[in-house]
């Protein structure tokens, strides 16, 4: 069975830093796309980063490239999100997902429950 835990959500002020992890288990890590996907209330689920795990191949959203990073730690088969000169644009539940393929894909197979990220003053 596959499993993905975030955590490391919280609330911060304006220009502030969070990392998220996600903790992946049930799946082969080394052929895996993972992807950080946001919603906030009343808007579009965003994608905002999805990394390949075969080549390192990574890809940002344009309204997080520059502020946010993602990477993994391949032994602890876990999944960061780094999170830079947050705003209140940010703020929104954040999930991570999987999918058992070498590439980014436009949908994935399982997720996360999500980690709440508040950006506020």
């Known amino acids: 069975q596959v499993q993905l835990v975030e955590s490391g959500g919280g609330q911060v002020q304006p220009g502030g830093s969070l990392r998220l992890s996600c903790i992946v288990s049930?799946?082969?890590?080394?052929?895996?796309?993972m992807t950080w996907v946001r919603q906030a209330p009343g808007k579009e689920r965003e994608r905002i980063s999805c990394l390949s795990t075969v080549d390192g191949r990574k890809r940002y959203a344009d309204s997080v490239n520059g502020r946010f990073t993602t990477f993994t730690d391949s032994a602890k088969m876990t999944v960061y999100l780094r999170m830079d000169n947050l705003q209140p644009d940010d703020t929104a539940v954040y999930y991570c997902a999987a999918r058992h393929i070498s590439y980014c894909p436009s949908e994935f197979d399982h997720w996360g429950q999500g980690t709440q990220v508040t950006v506020s003053s």
């Open positions: 049930g799946i082969t890590f080394s052929n895996t796309a």
